[in-house]
Nanobody, 121 residues
Framework: QVQLVESGGGLVQAGGSLRLSCAASGLTFSSYTMGWFRQAPGKEREFVAAIRWSSTYYADSVKGRFTISRDDAKNTAYLQMNSLKPEDTAVYYC????????????????WGQGTQVTVSS
């Protein structure tokens, strides 16, 4: 079965960096768009970034600070997060999408369990 496992979350001070990883199994990884979403307490889950082939897409709130990448040989997607702000605090989810509107949560077929990112001020 398909599994997506996130890692790399934690507690960091404002201005710091974290790198999230998403290890995938059970799917033809290179054929899927990989996305990152996040959900803050009391808020809806929102799009953060996606990578389709070599094209990358970002939410305005993270553009210039976050970088999404993938290593198809390792079946792993990454989210490098720099200049973190307290408002970046959320559970971060990776997801795999087989083709469609990458910004829409419902287009994604598979989801990880999430990893907590907490940014202190």
């Amino acid at each position: 079965q398909v599994q997506l496992v996130e890692s790399g979350g934690g507690l960091v001070q404002a201005g710091g960096s974290l790198r999230l990883s998403c290890a995938a199994s059970g799917l033809t990884f290179s054929s899927y768009t990989m996305g990152w979403f996040r959900q803050a307490p009391g808020k809806e889950r929102e799009f953060v970034a996606a990578i389709r082939w070599s094209s990358t897409y970002y939410a305005d709130s993270v553009k210039g600070r976050f970088t999404i990448s993938r290593d198809d040989a390792k079946n792993t997607a990454y989210l490098q997060m720099n200049s973190l702000k307290p408002e970046d605090t959320a559970v971060y989810y990776c997801a795999a999408e087989g083709g469609g509107y990458i910004y829409r949560e419902s287009e994604y077929d598979y989801w990880g369990q999430g990893t907590q990112v907490t940014v202190s001020s």
